[in-house]
């Protein structure tokens, strides 16, 4: 059935949000809406030029009989400074403070509206990069690499320091805690990941590098390709850190466990994406 041209942007535009990294033929949205390709071409315009505006992401639009449009969600550089502004603010409450200088997170990552925007920050990160799976490690990484592989509209894998019979047999490493130097392992499905896939890491916290540098051994053992490591908040550490390269939403400067403060501000992000000001 033929509809308006209000009913049609609004409707093309959820389909296009709801289908990241997916390209969506102009045939599809002519047939969907029994529309001439012209029409289609026009609205996929405004589509774009408001996505750019408001900075919700990129609108590629590919032409030719085998083209399309294809959206890929992003943030804009406004939006970031804020949210990571406002992350920083919240984790320097007194009452975050946990023993070993761990900030609790727990309820921010259980945030959907939290959640939504670490994704997009993530994924922003790597817009111009292939991913073929997202990595964690059990358990608290698992909600930020669900919400980062939704909007790159890739799998997510989760690595676990005890194997579970529903995973099948499966490929385990043994790693230096970098923070205490104990000897940890962890293991995968071997069903998980192809092999010669390109992932990304992502984490909630990291500390001396030990859980990230063993999720980069996995990744070796399956003979793919780390692209990149990103956590939500790193700690200062006095040691050596077991990864050189990785990217911080947000940086715990300092904690004072007698007087009980945290002082918590932007991680390198800002200045690896945008350029810090």
Do not use: C, W
């Not at 890739?154 to 130097?181: A, C, L, M, Q, W």
């Not at 700690?235 to 990864?243: E, L, P």
């Amino acid at each position: 059935m033929k509809i308006r041209r209000s009913d049609r942007l609004i409707d093309m535009t959820n389909y296009l949000m709801e289908r990241p990294h997916t390209l969506i033929s102009l045939a599809f949205f002519t047939k969907r809406y029994e529309s001439a390709k012209s029409s289609i071409s026009e609205d996929l315009a405004i589509i774009k030029r408001t996505f750019q505006y408001r900075g919700i992401g990129v609108l590629k639009t590919i032409p030719g009989a085998a083209g399309g449009a294809m959206f890929i969600p992003s943030i804009s550089e406004t939006e970031a400074r804020d949210f990571i502004a406002d992350m920083a603010h919240q984790l320097s409450a007194q009452d975050r403070l946990l023993p070993g200088g761990y900030v609790y997170l727990s309820d921010l990552l259980g945030e959907p509206q939290v959640l939504k925007r670490v994704g997009r920050l993530i994924a922003r990160q790597y817009i111009d990069q292939q991913i073929d799976a997202v990595m964690t490690v059990a358990t608290k990484g698992v909600p930020i690499a669900q919400s980062v592989a939704a909007d790159l509209n890739v799998p997510f894998v989760i690595v676990r320091h005890d194997s579970k019979i529903t995973e099948g047999s499966t490929v385990s490493v043994n790693y230096v805690s970098g923070s205490n130097n104990r000897i940890e392992k962890m293991e995968l499905s071997k069903r998980s990941l192809p092999t010669g896939s390109n992932v990304l890491v992502v984490d909630d916290f990291m500390k001396g590098g030990g859980t990230v540098n063993g999720m980069k051994s996995m990744i070796e053992e399956f003979d793919s390709h780390l692209v990149g490591i990103t956590v939500f908040a790193e700690a200062a550490f006095s040691g050596h850190r077991m990864v050189d390269e990785y990217t911080s939403l947000l940086k715990v400067d300092k904690v004072n466990t007698l007087e009980k403060t945290i002082e918590v501000s932007a991680g390198n992000y800002l200045q690896k994406v945008f350029g810090d000001k």
